[in-house]
């Protein structure tokens, strides 16, 4: 599939400046149009305290700065959004412009995980970076788990992304079939392409399902490796070595276990993998 639309909402901290970089490197090598969205309370809903204020005068005032402070901070971050632009050689653009990299930036009112979930269903892929310290967010869910569209995660500082060198996470899981599947076209084009998987995952028939998946590269006439690898007792510590042993550019991994929770570490939990990749991973 040529993506042509891509969203990167912006999460909590204050790193803006990397992430809104690093997100645009990903527009770039996919010569797509990316939409940077940012989003506000307002602060008569957030704060309602109205009523306890003497007159309403004090929370008037409140409201007045409290507005005035999102503004300044929204018109600082966009100054940063069209810095980068700038620096990218990105054209600045609310349309999309076909195999030109362009990007726009958006400020809508309310609350962020909701609008996140609702606005990155009219996406082709979505981009996130890693949550702050692996603790998954609403806006990370919304994003990642909630919007129905593949996605991107990045690390929250990344100054450069390709997808030359691809290392398959295979678990055997649906949602591992289904990235691996969404994932075909990126695989494609990718100079080396290395599949790890674990004992665990292959289950009782080992060697008939590595041979099937192999069969399934092959389909696509996709060169690939394939090792089984050993597993550690902290989930996601084995694909973040793998990874980085085979020097990969891109992870591609499923997005949920079988107990729901996001899995792309060969049968275990996220934290510890979102925590300290410095890989982005295709879910």
Not at 8 to 24: T, V
Not at 111 to 128: G, H, N, P, T, Y
Not at 224 to 252: C, M, Y
Request: charged share 25%; aromatic share 8%.
């Amino acid at each position: 599939m040529k993506y042509k639309k891509l969203l990167f909402p912006i999460g909590a901290g204050d790193d803006i400046e990397p992430r809104i970089y690093g997100a645009l490197k990903v527009a770039q090598w996919f010569k797509a149009h990316m939409e940077i969205l940012t989003c506000q309370l307002d602060p008569s809903v957030v704060y309602n305290m109205k009523m306890t204020l003497r007159g309403g005068v004090l929370f008037e005032e409140f409201l007045k700065s409290a507005k005035s402070e999102l503004a300044v901070e929204h018109e600082e971050n966009e100054k940063l959004f069209n810095k980068i632009c700038a620096e990218l050689g990105i054209k600045v653009s609310d349309e999309v412009i076909e195999d030109v990299c362009t990007a726009n930036f958006t400020i809508h009112n309310g609350k962020r995980s909701a609008i996140v979930e609702q606005e990155s269903k009219f996406c082709d892929l979505v981009v996130a970076a890693v949550p702050l310290d692996g603790k998954i967010t609403g806006t990370f869910e919304s994003a990642v788990l909630k919007s129905g569209k593949n996605a991107i995660v990045i690390p929250r500082k990344m100054r450069e992304f390709r997808a030359d060198n691809i290392l398959v996470s295979w678990t055997g899981t649906t949602q591992s079939s289904r990235a691996l599947t969404g994932a075909i076209d990126l695989l494609k084009s990718a100079k080396k392409v290395q599949c790890i998987t674990s004992k665990a995952s292959l289950g009782d028939n080992a060697e008939l399902n590595l041979k099937k998946l192999e069969e399934y590269f092959k389909v696509h006439n996709i060169s690939a490796s394939f090792e089984v690898i050993a597993t550690t007792t902290i989930p996601g510590e084995a694909l973040l070595k793998a990874a980085n042993d085979r020097n990969a550019d891109l992870i591609v991994a499923s997005r949920y276990g079988e107990n729901g929770l996001m899995e792309m570490v060969l049968g275990g939990t996220s934290r510890f993998f979102l925590e300290h990749t410095n890989i982005p991973v295709y879910l």
